[in-house]
């Protein structure tokens, strides 16, 4: 477990389309770095999105807010690529050269790193070697990167490579079950940050 508590890096409620803390819940357990992280976006009537899927101003958690994990200090900023398209069958794909798209990378106590990725280009609030307070505005949802629609991936990792370093479940502070029966943060629930 992670040794810092982090607040969801989101407002309001929000569904875990992927993650957890098993192998079965993982988004991408093959991946040190990725083992324990979530990709979270907003449903309504259990879909991300309204009428015509392949636009992005038609998802939920589009342009939505993102907010700083916990204190700490921006150590890696990439904010250069337009958004991935979406296709018609929701299919995973990348339309630059980097699968993280447009991502910032927060170092915090304990040797712990957070990352965030999929930003919208051109909204982020900081800049790289900028300290940030738990809460603070980041930056807003995007599509950019591997994706296969908007939304926002979070992970903590004890190093700043995102893939190799090894990645840590993540304490949270402000994450609020909407199924009073879970017990844990996993793929398939929402959570409500406040």
Not at 119 to 131: C, P
Request: aromatic share 12%; glycine share 8%; with cysteine.
């Amino acid at each position: 477990m992670s040794k810092n508590k982090y607040r969801l890096p989101f407002l309001g409620t929000w569904y875990i389309e992927y993650g957890g803390t098993t192998k079965n819940t993982s988004h991408s357990w093959n991946i040190p770095g990725q083992r324990y992280a979530y990709d979270f976006e907003i449903r309504k009537d259990n879909l991300p999105y309204h009428d015509d899927q392949t636009k992005c101003e038609n998802y939920y958690s589009y342009l939505e807010n993102i907010y700083a994990p916990a204190d700490g200090w921006v150590v890696d900023l990439v904010n250069k690529y337009e958004n991935t398209h979406i296709t018609e069958d929701r299919k995973i794909i990348n339309d630059c050269s980097e699968p993280k798209g447009n991502y910032i990378i927060l170092k915090h106590n304990h040797g712990e790193y957070s990352t965030i990725c999929h930003i919208e280009k051109d909204t982020f609030e900081v800049s790289l070697g900028e300290v940030v307070k738990e809460g603070q505005l980041l930056g807003k949802v995007g599509n950019s990167g591997n994706t296969q629609g908007p939304h926002i991936h979070f992970q903590v990792q004890l190093g700043m490579d995102t893939d190799y370093d090894t990645g840590v479940p993540i304490t949270f502070k402000n994450a609020y079950y909407k199924n009073k029966k879970k017990k844990t943060l996993e793929q398939g629930i929402e959570i409500e940050g406040r």
